[in-house]
């Protein structure tokens, strides 16, 4: 645990003057880091002759003419594309909360056969890279004839193939004192109950956690969508935006940076409201 | 509800007779009949999306397959093919190594420094934190690569800014010598998420060990280097095989700057990004699931690699 009261070392007790510098260089480093964002922001906003003309980030002039064009811009409005992935991105929120806290549940609390080897491989699975089974998961996609539906993308979280969370769930309930189980047990409950009256109400934070890291990975996904989804009637936001680039010349950088800006804001409003589960789930897993 | 209010019970009460320690068979049957149920989803996913696929690859990887026709039994062309006959595998391979050993160390030290800056009591801690983290989470995204692409254009943000101090910058993404130079700057700037993990093991470090090294008289640097890093070794070697698995799989940042290609003149061909085009562009699907095994070997090495040389650098001292 954390000891926030702890004495600062002297190490790193420098002078008043010192602080102001350190303050100063962060402030200036958070900048140029953040710079490129604030620069497509601030271009999305801007008349297309003067994003070239003016690299700094106060427009002189403001328009909203590049969202307006960019929404318009491919073969669908960009709404179309960006309800795509909400209907992708949710439909595996809820499969990767419900499947993964399932397993978790078992691997945590209950006693089977051979669980030790289970767990065994359930790890093993976070390491393998996914390419070793993208071929023929497509080929098995493609003789289902589900290619260019959203089964492929949302079937693997059904199924608990996000093995990150399953971890990260069951290193959570493990933290729950089981008493607490032992007790509904003792009241007639039985494991159905007890998962979902006693822990899954405790594992609020880790469902939270799993629910935001599902969304923006969903949500940012290129490879998968790029595979399965080959028909502009079902594109999701990064394949649409993707295609800007193979239809426009370099001319039309503002609807593309609108859309872009677009395409990161619900990243960025997940950002903001779930900052705390969000770097505490690195701090403790490497998720990321 | 009954079970809602047991959550008040006394503890000791609850405790005993579960715990009585001679469950019955039938119980222990009953228990593991409902931890199957419970791990359904995922013994179906392990079979059918994980395990299944992988041993389709491993044949297919000794097969030419296209799809259309039925797969035929080559040996071990596909992987022969591959260090003898193909550049551009080699050269995809050469790509995602100089990626790899340039970007993670660098942006481990990044993540290091930043976290040591921010670490010690400083205020506006989870600010900054944020403000740092906020690329890690868009990095991967299309939308961030493609604004990579037009920073990094001839005729970019990077070269206008250049251009005020009357510097006439190349086209970064179009250059062979360059173009890699953008991706892995994008990479570095990720650095946020191995920063957080680098905090939280700083926190770790009880601070009378750098009182008591300050009262034996060790400077900042002697803290630093006997104190700060031994007792981070963990969190580093946690980071670097991380990174180290998750760099050699990157794609998005290649496949947008490159506009699918991996030019110019292959600098951006990363090991994924031609796996993809042989897979699903030419639809050499025995030659991709070759690659995919050589990938695994790879990265699996690795990490078996890192877990041996660690012995010899990372420290466990009192943690164990």
Not at chain 1, 56 to 63: A, I
Not at chain 2, 10 to 34: L, N, V
Request: hydrophobic content about 50%; aromatic content about 14%.
């Amino acid at each position: 645990m954390a000891t926030p009261s702890r004495p600062i070392p002297v190490l790193f007790r420098p002078l008043k003057g010192g602080r102001l510098v350190k303050h100063t260089l962060l402030i200036g480093f958070g900048l140029v880091m953040l710079y490129p964002l604030l620069w497509m922001i601030s271009s999305s906003l801007k008349p297309e002759e003067l994003i070239f003309r003016e690299p700094g980030l106060w427009p002189s002039q403001v328009t909203l003419e590049n969202y307006t064009q960019g929404w318009y811009a491919l073969k669908h409005p960009f709404g179309y594309y960006l309800w795509n992935s909400a209907v992708v991105t949710a439909l595996s929120v809820v499969a990767n909360l419900v499947a993964c806290s399932l397993a978790a549940y078992a691997f945590a609390r209950l006693n089977f056969p051979l669980k030790k080897f289970w767990f065994a491989i359930m790890l093993g699975t976070i390491m393998l890279p996914h390419h070793v089974v993208i071929v023929p998961q497509y080929i098995m996609f493609s003789e289902l004839d589900l290619i260019n539906t959203i089964w492929p993308l949302v079937m693997p979280k059904v199924l608990a193939t996000d093995a990150f969370f399953v971890f990260l769930m069951v290193q959570f309930i493990r933290t729950l004192p089981r008493e607490l189980d032992e007790a509904a047990e003792i009241d007639g409950a039985g494991y159905w109950r007890i998962f979902i009256r006693v822990v899954m109400p405790l594992c609020m934070p880790a469902l939270a956690t799993t629910a935001i890291f599902t969304f923006i990975w969903t949500w940012n996904d290129f490879l998968s969508q790029l595979l399965y989804l080959n028909n502009p009637d079902n594109f999701t936001v990064p394949v649409a935006l993707r295609t800007f680039l193979d239809a426009s010349s370099d001319s039309s950088w503002g609807p593309m940076f609108a859309m872009s800006i677009i395409a990161l804001g619900p990243i960025f409003g997940f950002f903001l409201a779930g900052q705390k589960y969000l770097i505490r789930g690195v701090a403790t897993t490497g998720l990321k | 509800m009954t079970d809602v209010s047991v959550a008040v019970k006394p503890r000791g009460a609850a405790t005993q007779p579960a715990r009585g320690g001679h469950r019955s068979t039938k119980r222990s049957r009953r228990e593991a009949r409902a931890a199957y149920l419970f791990l359904a989803p995922w013994f179906v996913g392990l079979l059918v999306i994980t395990i299944g696929p992988i041993f389709a690859s491993l044949y297919l990887s000794f097969t030419d397959y296209s799809l259309l026709e039925e797969a035929k039994w080559v040996g071990f062309d596909n992987y022969i093919t591959m260090f003898t006959e193909d550049p551009r595998f080699l050269s995809s391979l050469k790509v995602t190594t100089i990626y790899v050993v340039v970007s993670v160390p660098l942006q481990l030290a990044f993540a290091l420094a930043l976290a040591l800056v921010l670490d010690r009591g400083l205020r506006g801690l989870s600010i900054y934190r944020s403000i740092f983290y906020l690329p890690s989470l868009l990095g991967g995204s299309v939308a961030i690569a493609i604004l990579w692409r037009k920073v990094f254009g001839a005729e970019g943000l990077v070269n206008a800014v250049l251009s005020i101090f009357g510097i006439q910058g190349p086209g970064w993404v179009g250059d062979p010598d360059t173009a890699l130079g953008t991706l892995i700057l994008l990479h570095v700037w990720t650095f946020g998420a191995p920063m957080i993990i680098f905090l939280a093991g700083l926190r770790q470090i009880p601070s009378s060990y750098y009182e008591a090294a300050a009262v034996d008289g060790a400077g900042v640097w002697r803290q630093f280097k006997s104190i700060t890093i031994p007792l981070l070794t963990p969190i580093i070697f946690f980071n670097l095989v991380l990174e180290v698995i998750k760099s050699f799989q990157s794609f998005t940042q290649a496949f947008i700057v490159s506009g699918g290609k991996g030019g110019p003149a292959d600098s951006t061909l990363f090991y994924t990004l031609y796996l993809y085009l042989k897979g699903f562009k030419s639809y050499e699907m025995g030659y991709a699931a070759a690659m995919a095994w050589v990938l695994l070997l790879i990265i699996a090495g690795l990490t078996a690699v890192n877990f041996l040389a660690s012995k010899y650098w990372v420290f466990y001292g009192d943690t164990k």
